[in-house]
C-alpha cells in the first residue's frame, strides 16, 4: 500500500507560479512512475506531467515550457513547480503513483487561476 498526500494548491492570479508537493510514504520502494493529473470543472481526468525512478520526463503539450515535474527520492515527494499558469490550468490536480501491484492515487488538491 501507498499513501500519497498533494498539498500546495491555491488562488494565483494569471502569469503565476506555484509549487505542488505530493508526499508519499508506505511501500514506497515498489513505486515506479510517479504522475501528476488534473481535473477540470465539468472535464475528464488528464496526464499533466510524469517521471521515472530514473528521472525521465514527459509533459501534456499543453504544459511544456512552463511545467517542471520533479521528484526528491530522500524526501519521499514529488513536486510540480507551475508557472506562467492560465486560467484554463484552473483543475484540481492529483498525484499518482504506479507500483507493481498497482496505482494509487491522492486526494487531489485544487488550484484555481483567476484575476
Known amino acids: 500500500q501507498v499513501q500519497l498526500v498533494e498539498s500546495g494548491g491555491g488562488l494565483v492570479q494569471p502569469g503565476g507560479s506555484l509549487r505542488l508537493s505530493c508526499a508519499a510514504s508506505?511501500?514506497?520502494?515498489?513505486?515506479?512512475?510517479m504522475r501528476w493529473y488534473r481535473q477540470p470543472p465539468g472535464k475528464e481526468r488528464e496526464l499533466v506531467a510524469a517521471i521515472t525512478t530514473g528521472g525521465r520526463t514527459n509533459y501534456a503539450d499543453s504544459v511544456k515550457g512552463r511545467f517542471a515535474i520533479s521528484r526528491d527520492n530522500a524526501k519521499n515527494t514529488m513536486y510540480l513547480q507551475m508557472n506562467s499558469l492560465k486560467p484554463d490550468d484552473t483543475a484540481a490536480y492529483y498525484c499518482?503513483?504506479?507500483?507493481?501491484?498497482?496505482?494509487?492515487w491522492g486526494q487531489g488538491t485544487q488550484v484555481t487561476v483567476s484575476s
Open positions: 508506505g511501500s514506497i520502494f515498489g513505486i515506479a512512475v
Open positions: 499518482h503513483a504506479s507500483t507493481m501491484t498497482g496505482g494509487y
